[in-house]
């Protein structure tokens, strides 16, 4: 038996000395019978990772009952590290444009609330700004929110944020590791022309159940994983909730007892092999945010997502992937007013179905082929005004886009120097009945906006048809044993984009198919870059430069409302926008203290005519200097520490220009030059130490996190209001937040965060 725990040994090695050849070995509860050769002999227990067993046994002794206890051995080993890519993989793959983040590395950076968040650590890799403080949003190489495919096992997720954009949607105990593509994207990949953020959830425990978990300033989290019925099969199951407003009625201020703000995500993972070949897994998620002021106004949103997957190893050289998967999202707003009340709601959904086939003809080589296919159904508006209300409903139509993709691609090594990558995707997307399609005033929508006819189709009735060709294509050069230079270019079609003026992205934005007016987004991508490695692969740096442009780009018109109305198009401006940049990155990987260094100098230009008087302008997360620097350290066994600095520049905006008189009252009076002014620059450090318990050999394991966000308290303005401008002078330095600026009164600063402290207990079992 082992003598730590007194579980029964099956399988052990016993003989007597000099006779190993007549030996026996233990059943399956550590029992064994055996003979004694002669008058007497030493008996020998010996099994795999114990310290072995001698005793002198004489003739005539009593066997029967007798009790053997064998001690752990303890072997003494270097590190073995198992890696899905090989150290040197960042010089001699095709890859550009790529950052892997693992979900150990997410959690040691420091986090808001003490809430680990994946879409603020991808904020901290080149190429990827954000509109402001306080949000999630990511905009990779100029593309705005909208244009990232981010998906969750392989299924999109339209919204992938919580409280308004503070954090994102994703619990990191049930993340397996985040991949962003900003170029090179793969050809088996499509629908937006920005960037693809491929987020894998981990599969279950085969051997025993665990879980792990943590308890936060705002929220906790829950994670319980094993096996399922045999070791073949696993479950994951993860929950997530914060409870801000279960201390509400708490405040002394009575007029936000009854407010509602709270959101909770559950998702769950389950895996099943038949056999060493097939694999099937099945993951879901669900989450929710609402927000609620005493009963006189709602703002929800939620996500429902599912997937399925068959991956089916044929043989040694071909593999077959099978998936399919649903995701829906809706919201909803409500007002509670005696001549405004209304009750907003609406939805929309993506069904897919994607098949693909590997063949790997050589040890250099790999080609893969597929089909996918995918179902948009956008819900008709639901608006009711309530019973006291003047606000007449509003029954839009539903909008339908059916969508076929074919895509090859593969990759050789043509030379130990050389190596190329190439792929081809078509696409074909039709908007569908049933549905209408209104008819303009010189063919215009955005002139007089007047619907001279109306065009109905019945259930699947080809209404408008867009096609495109998607070359993909890259190469690797080897200039040395540790450096290489790769080069790309990369087309994609989107055909589903968001009609917001608001860049930052709000839950309530409405995401429109392309159709009779609204055409599809056109990305082209050119990329090239030096990639080398330092002291054994230990150190990572890459030097990579881009030029993106943009076709068929919508924006909204001065004063434009989205959320009511039917004609969409009338409310929409297209034109066309370029982007141009150069990232560095810096990255150790292995060791004690761990981390990168990253910046990114680009510039983002917007020209649509109707706005800026047709110039080209700056969208407002055109942010032209960009550094980040993340670091993680392990001070001892039980002790870590990590930090992260951030400077920017600032988010580009439009000040006034000078003021007028209303009823005697001076107001701010805008000039047509759109975001020629800039926010001040932006930077903050946050820091974080991780203090594990005493591990005492128990069953449960516990660590305090303690993160400091925003250390030495920099004022990050998140607004200006102008109140009072003097003598058409807009000067002002940045003041205060929630108070007036000491050079001009008039001007008002709002700032989110301060020096903000949290606490977390993170704990395993």
């Not at 649903?326 to 609406?346: H, Q």
Request: proline share 5%.
């Amino acid at each position: 038996m082992d003598k730590t725990s007194g579980d029964p040994l099956p399988g052990a090695a016993v003989y007597f000395e000099g006779n190993e050849d007549e030996g026996t070995v233990t059943d399956g509860e550590g029992r064994f019978s055996i003979y004694l050769p002669g008058t007497e002999g030493t008996l020998v227990v010996r099994f795999l990772g114990f310290q072995s067993i001698s005793r002198p046994i004489k003739k005539g002794s009593k066997m029967d009952g007798l009790q053997f206890f064998l001690s752990p051995e303890e072997w003494m080993l270097e590190e073995v590290v198992v890696s899905e890519r090989s150290q040197d993989h960042h010089v001699v793959s095709t890859e550009m444009g790529k950052n892997v983040i693992s979900g150990q590395e997410l959690k040691r950076i420091p986090a808001l609330f003490g809430e680990v968040d994946l879409l603020r650590g991808i904020q901290l890799l080149p190429g990827v700004t954000t509109a402001g403080e306080g949000t999630t949003g990511l905009f990779v190489r100029g593309g705005s929110a909208d244009q990232n495919l981010i998906q969750i096992d392989g299924a999109p997720i339209y919204n992938p944020s919580h409280f308004f954009g503070f954090f994102s949607v994703f619990n990191p105990d049930a993340l397996s590791d985040v991949a962003l593509y900003k170029g090179n994207i793969p050809a088996e990949y499509g629908g937006r022309v920005s960037s693809l953020v491929d987020i894998s959830l981990r599969e279950g425990n085969t051997k025993k159940i665990q879980g792990e978990g943590g308890i936060g300033s705002i929220s906790s989290r829950l994670t319980v994983d094993g096996p399922l019925f045999s070791e073949n099969a696993s479950f994951v199951v993860s929950g997530r909730r914060t409870y801000a407003d279960v201390f509400l009625p708490l405040s002394p201020n009575e007029d936000i007892h009854d407010n509602q703000l709270y959101f909770y995500d559950l998702s769950g993972k389950l895996m099943w092999r038949n056999g060493p070949k097939n694999k099937f897994t099945f993951s879901t998620y669900y989450g929710s945010d609402f927000l609620g002021l005493d009963g006189q106004f709602g703002l929800g949103w939620n996500n429902w997502i599912n997937s399925f997957n068959w991956d089916r190893q044929v043989n040694d050289r071909n593999y077959l992937d099978l998936s399919a998967y649903y995701s829906r999202y809706e919201y909803l707003i409500s007002l509670r007013d005696e001549e405004n009340g209304f009750d907003w709601s609406n939805h929309f959904s993506e069904t897919g179905l994607k098949a693909s086939w590997t063949l790997i003809p050589g040890e250099k080589s790999e080609v893969k082929a597929g089909v996918h296919g995918q179902l948009y159904h956008f819900a008709p508006v639901d608006l009711r005004g309530t019973p006291e209300s003047g606000i007449e409903p509003l029954d839009s139509n539903p909008r339908t886009g059916l969508q076929f993709n074919f895509f090859l691609s593969g990759t050789t090594e043509i030379s130990p120097r050389l190596s190329v990558e190439g792929g081809l995707r078509f696409g074909n997307y039709q908007q569908i009945g049933n549905g209408v399609n209104y008819l303009y005033d010189s063919n215009d929508p955005g002139g007089t906006g007047l619907v001279t006819d109306t065009l109905e189709y019945r259930l699947g009735e080809r209404m408008q048809q867009y096609q495109g060709w998607e070359p993909r294509f890259g190469a690797r050069y080897r200039i040395g044993e540790g450096t290489s230079i790769k080069g790309g270019f990369n087309r994609n079609y989107q055909y589903i984009q968001v009609a917001s003026n608001n860049s930052a992205g709000l839950p309530i934005d409405r995401w429109v198919p392309a159709g009779r007016y609204i055409l599809p987004i056109r990305g082209d991508q050119v990329s090239a870059g030096l990639f080398q490695n330092l002291n054994d692969n230990r150190w990572e740096v890459s030097l990579e430069a881009y030029y993106r442009d943009f076709r068929n780009i919508v924006d909204l018109k001065q004063g434009a409302t989205v959320l009511f109305t039917d004609n969409i198009e009338t409310e929409l401006l297209t034109g066309n926008g370029w982007s141009y940049g150069l990232e560095f990155l810096l990255r150790k990987n292995v060791g004690k203290t761990t981390g990168w260094l990253s910046y990114t100098w680009s510039r983002v230009f917007r020209e649509i005519p109707g706005i800026n008087n047709g110039r080209p302008y700056p969208p407002r997360f055109d942010r032209p200097h960009d550094l980040s620097l993340v670091l993680s350290h392990q001070l001892s066994e039980r002790l870590s520490f990590s930090g992260t600095f951030i400077y920017t520049t600032g988010i580009a905006v439009t000040f006034p220009a000078g003021s007028y008189l209303v009823d005697n009252q001076r107001v701010p009076l805008y000039s047509e030059q759109r975001n020629s002014d800039r926010f001040p620059d932006y930077h903050r450090m946050d820091l974080s130490v991780t203090l594990k318990n005493k591990d005492k050999g128990r069953w449960w394991q516990g660590s305090w996190n303690f993160s400091v966000y925003n250390a030495y308290g920099r004022k990050n303005p998140f607004s200006y209001d102008f109140r009072t401008i003097y003598n058409d002078d807009i000067t002002f330095e940045p003041g205060p937040g929630e108070a007036a600026t000491s050079a001009r009164p008039g001007v008002v600063m709002t700032y989110l965060f301060g020096i903000l402290p949290s606490v977390t207990y993170n704990f395993k079992f």
